[in-house]
């Protein structure tokens, strides 16, 4: 199964190392290092942005600079507000969040250049107020004190002591980020980050999970300010904070990998050492940030982190060869029936209720889409029962996929209605009518390419997998069972589709019809009451097709599900579907049983051929 958040032995190691060396080195170097690892936390904030949801933001050096102002002058007593410690650590983390918040807000349906540059722009306006204020930074050579707090009544005027303070912060940072992860919130935004649409097709909200990880970020910048403020005993220049800073930020993630919280640590730690082990090649850190720059992009997302478990890999190789073939022979003869028995039993348990019999699943009336002077769809009307497997086809530029899209609520329309389960939900969002069960895939698959197939699949069980966020980052067991259900039920549908021999294997590395079945299920693993697939057998062979539609028509029957079915190789659709509809030309040209619409003249004539 899935690796699950828990501690691992090279973990255990290196807290060992991070408790150990301080005794051996001086305070120089101590100092060294406690500065490294608050970068580290507005770097592990940052990877949440850009690693996660894969948005670019090059605010974040003035963002700890607001911070490390901002709290100071709320916190000294001198020149400033005399807060408590607490409060105005908190009133600063309180500010940058709402900031982000209202950041995310703005680009939420930004194209990624365009939040690249609304962040470049955020650094700018910063640069020109917050750092340019005498008041809160004392000026270019200002000497502000800001003093050290006592923790719980203890001293932390020594820099060992303050050190292990910081790494107490680091540790809890990293813990809950961990926890992050691997919940439904983690995946959540992972896959928001790949695809906004395949996202909303399992029920969650692009939106929300976008200002989600740019208020993360606000978060661990405004702690990496706070932190920075009372480590330095006089405030840093605004020199320190300008957009070279947010570029240097900007690398350790990108050259640390999207998805290494211990990378991005190693990194920090290595670009706060390098220019004081390499003085006399006068290296600062903003050439070590234009190297890292670089040399991440050279590396792909999965950046130092991907390469070191690349070479791991290779190590394991055996060892995954052996489990592929433990698990081809648990599905040979006998073995198969009772793996396909068990997986059904435990997904029947997972999986919600299917709607009764007799019901209708959706009702499309009189839809019309219009592009300008196209008429993509002309009043187009249908209906989808409950349990049915209904097909819909047509030549291309029939209107097929725009059909799917209004239904799904990807694509606004010019008029007509549209009900699931007799709720109307024509002006409801994409991921409310996942909520509701509908749920899709796309012609080419959406895949996660850098995750395994086991978080690809898991990032579908959103809606199922609910325990709080709350209980999720507190560790609560009853947070996580869901989660271990969720894992559970992956599994079980992995084997069914044939898939749980490339469970830990990067998705983008895997044949195209494994990608395939990996999006089909996800999808899945969301509960939808109603399924609606566009082209499943788009790119494969008739072989490879052929055997797709029988998994599909398996999973229907086995798993009462109702399925909307778009699909160019008309024979495997006249074989499986009970109904289905022929589009031309954005009209409903014929609709009937497999036998009928083959005997239709129209259909015919505009469609298959009079053979």
């Given at each position: ?20 060396w ?38 974040h ?12 002058y ?23 969040a ?28 910063l640069?020109?107020?917050v ?20 923790v ?29 992860r691997f919940s ?82 190693a ?41 070191v ?14 489990r ?5 022979e ?14 059904l ?63 799904s ?31 899709r ?24 997998a609910d ?19 969720a ?5 079980a ?15 983008g ?70 109904v ?32």
């Amino acid at each position: 199964m899935r690796d699950r958040p828990t501690p691992r032995l090279p973990h255990l190691l290196l807290a060992a190392v991070a408790l150990g060396w301080v005794f051996a080195f001086a305070n120089y170097w101590i100092f060294i290092v406690t500065a490294a690892l608050v970068t580290a936390i507005a770097a592990l904030g940052l990877m949440v942005v850009v690693g996660w949801n894969r948005e670019i933001s090059l605010a974040h050096g003035a963002l700890v600079g607001t911070a490390v102002y901002w709290f100071s002058y709320l916190y000294r007593g001198r020149g400033g507000w005399g807060w408590p410690f607490l409060a105005a650590a908190t009133a600063t983390v309180l500010t940058l969040a709402a900031l982000m918040a209202l950041v995310s807000l703005i680009c939420v349906k930004l194209p990624g250049i365009y939040v690249m540059v609304l962040t470049l722009g955020l650094q700018m306006l910063l640069d020109q107020t917050v750092l340019a204020s005498a008041t809160l930074t004392g000026g270019v050579l200002g000497d502000i004190k800001t003093p050290r707090p006592r923790v719980f009544g203890l001293s932390v005027e020594s820099d060992r002591g303050f050190y292990f303070l910081i790494l107490a912060c680091l540790a809890i940072v990293f813990l809950l980020l961990r926890r992050l992860r691997f919940s439904r919130y983690g995946r959540g935004m992972l896959l928001v980050g790949t695809s906004r649409h395949a996202a909303a097709a399992v029920g969650i909200s692009p939106w929300r999970y976008k200002m989600f990880a740019f208020v993360i970020s606000g978060v661990l910048a405004a702690l990496a300010g706070v932190l920075s403020a009372i480590l330095f005993r006089s405030v840093p220049p605004p020199g320190n904070y300008t957009t070279l800073a947010s570029l240097s930020l900007l690398a350790i993630p990108v050259l640390a990998g999207f998805d290494s919280r211990v990378a991005v640590i190693a990194v920090a730690v290595g670009f706060g050492l390098a220019p004081q082990g390499l003085e006399r090649f006068h290296i600062n850190v903003f050439v070590l940030g234009g190297v890292g720059v670089v040399a991440g992009i050279l590396l792909g997302a999965r950046g130092l982190a991907g390469r070191v478990a690349g070479l791991s890999q290779r190590f394991r190789r055996h060892d995954v060869a052996v489990r592929r073939l433990a698990r081809l022979e648990a599905r040979s003869g006998d073995a198969e029936v009772t793996v396909k028995e068990r997986a059904l039993a435990t997904l029947h348990r997972y999986l919600p209720a299917p709607p009764s019999a007799g019901g209708v699943a959706l009702q499309v009336t009189d839809i019309a889409v219009r592009f300008g002077g196209v008429h993509a769809l002309q009043g187009v009307s249908l209906t989808v029962p409950s349990g049915s497997f209904v097909g819909l086809i047509g030549p291309n530029g029939a209107g097929k996929t725009t059909l799917f899209d209004v239904v799904s609520g990807l694509q606004r329309h010019d008029r007509g209605t549209v009900c699931l389960f007799e709720e109307d939900v024509t002006s409801c969002p994409a991921w409310h009518r996942s909520r509701l069960g509908l749920t899709r895939t796309f012609q080419t698959p959406r895949v996660m390419p850098d995750l395994s197939v086991a978080d690809n699949l898991l990032a579908g069980s959103y809606l199922r997998a609910d325990g709080g966020l709350i209980g999720t980052l507190a560790g609560w067991p009853g947070a996580w069972r869901p989660v271990r259900r969720a894992e559970e039920a992956a599994w079980a549908l992995a084997q069914l589709l044939e898939i749980d021999l490339y469970w830990e294997e990067p998705a983008g590395s895997l044949h195209f019809s494994v990608r395939r079945r990996v999006e089909i299920g996800r999808v899945i693993l969301s509960g939808p009451r109603l399924l609606l697939l566009d082209e499943p057998g788009a790119g494969l062979d008739p072989v490879s097709t052929a055997k797709l539609f029988q998994l599909i028509k398996e999973l229907h029957e086995s798993l009462a599900l109702t399925v909307l079915l778009v699909e160019h190789y008309v024979p495997v659709v006249l074989d499986t579907c009970d109904v289905i509809h022929v589009l031309d030309e954005g009209r409903i040209l014929a609709s009937g049983a497999p036998d009928d619409i083959v005997l239709h003249a129209g259909v015919q004539d505009r469609y298959l051929g009079c053979r």
